[in-house]
């Protein structure tokens, strides 16, 4: 037995710790959202009141024997159960009023407070002996229909936002888990429940989830501004300007090529916006197809220049505008000074991926100077991110000064279209 006394201070200690982190955590953080911060402050302080019933209602009973006080925690005990998986609601979408679970958490607390004058949920006699009455299992199935209302919100949120959301699922099963395991594998002399710990941990896991959350927000916000910087540097205003004027010379020349101008030029504008809404990968015939709807333009523009395709594969995806910008780079910035301005598009399936190329022969530049922050490189940057971190493709460049330049995208073969 005074093992099992030395072991108390140890587990106290070990629980206040994790919760001592947490609430520093929480506090510090600047992306955890207000709300959650109140709410996760909130079960901090149900949970220690949950430490403070586990450890009093052992004390006392195995050292004081003083019934009555046993009784008073053992009431605030089944109280405070339930309002902690409700606080879990908040945790896992906050933006929502959940007053059947409020209810279920008032009437829990009236039943369980009718201790303090019958025995029809509990009583605890002059010898310390705890008896259920007819209702004393009225924590655990308010706490069982809530868990099952927990487990729903998480599903349900898994499926709408991010895979990180096993996490509240996780944490759910845990607590059921553990309330099993307060049923079946009880270990006497132990003043903390397996409940506690498990609940315990679960605000560390939330904390963490939290945070995982604001991670991949954070993500979708600095692709959605890439995509907008990728649109905006292809419908620029000399861009606009000039296809215009080329349409209007060819309103007075051509009259059918000026309509199919118009035509090709709103196709390419429709989808550049359409392209700021799009988060998954498209098809590469889809890319390619807007990759052309540009050229054509600019080979009005400029007859001079010439591009040319070599499509041997097709099957595959990748992010929107990778391959356009690359295009519009070695025609803006590399051919248009050439009599005979030549853009090549070639694809081709490798051993265990696809491989687009872009190469002109325009003017090139040096790779190994240092970046800029011009159009140009903010392009390449950009489609270098989103091909590494939405399909784990890779972008390189080789470019010789007066000669032109190459570049090769390589997505690995998995990528397949269904």
């Not at 037995?1 to 070990?14: H, K, N």
């Not at 989830?209 to 954070?218: A, E, K, R, S």
């Not at 325009?362 to 140009?376: C, L, M, T």
């Amino acid at each position: 037995m005074a093992s099992d006394f030395q072991t108390y201070p140890i587990l106290l200690v070990s629980l206040l710790l994790q919760l001592a982190g947490l609430v520093f955590a929480v506090l510090a953080d600047p992306y955890v959202k207000r709300t959650h911060r109140i709410v996760m402050m909130m079960i901090v302080g149900a949970v220690l009141l949950l430490i403070g019933q586990d450890y009093a209602e052992s004390l006392l009973e195995l050292v004081y024997a003083v019934p009555s006080l046993r009784l008073l925690v053992s009431i605030a005990g089944y109280i405070i159960r339930p309002v902690i998986i409700v606080l879990f609601f908040y945790i896992v979408k906050e933006d929502r009023d959940y007053n059947f679970g409020w209810t279920l958490v008032a009437i829990n607390a009236v039943v369980y407070l009718s201790a303090l004058f019958t025995d029809i949920v509990f009583t605890i006699d002059a010898s310390n002996t705890f008896r259920r009455g007819p209702l004393g299992f009225t924590c655990h199935i308010i706490s069982a229909i809530l868990l099952l209302q927990l487990l729903w919100i998480s599903i349900r949120e898994y499926g709408r936002i991010h895979k990180s959301n096993i996490i509240p699922i996780f944490n759910t099963l845990l607590i059921v888990g553990a309330v099993a395991a307060d049923g079946f594998a009880y270990i006497e002399y132990v003043p903390v429940s397996w409940l506690t710990v498990c609940i315990v941990s679960c605000c560390v896991f939330y904390y963490i989830w939290l945070h995982l959350q604001f991670v991949y927000d954070y993500e979708s916000q600095v692709q959605t501004e890439q995509r907008i910087q990728i649109m905006m540097s292809q419908i620029q205003p000399h861009f606009l300007f000039n296809t215009l004027s080329t349409i209007q010379s060819l309103c007075r020349i051509d009259p059918v090529k000026a309509s199919d101008t118009v035509e090709k030029f709103g196709i390419y504008l429709r989808q550049n916006l359409e392209s700021l809404d799009q988060t998954d990968l498209i098809p590469f015939e889809k890319e390619l197809e807007h990759v052309k709807l540009y050229a054509d333009i600019e080979m009005i523009r400029f007859p001079f220049i010439t591009v040319e395709y070599f499509i041997e594969d097709r099957d595959f995806c990748l992010p929107t505008l990778s391959v356009q910008p690359l295009v519009e780079n070695a025609i803006r910035h590399g051919v248009r000074i050439r009599e005979d301005g030549l853009v090549t598009i070639r694809s081709w399936k490798d051993i265990d991926a696809h491989i687009i190329t872009i190469t002109d022969n325009g003017i090139g530049f040096d790779i190994n100077a240092p970046e800029q922050k011009d159009r140009k490189h903010i392009g390449i940057r950009n489609v270098r991110e989103r091909l590494e971190k939405m399909c784990g493709g890779t972008l390189t460049i080789n470019s010789t000064i007066g000669e032109g330049t190459s570049v090769v995208i390589s997505i690995p073969g998995g990528k397949e279209t269904s």
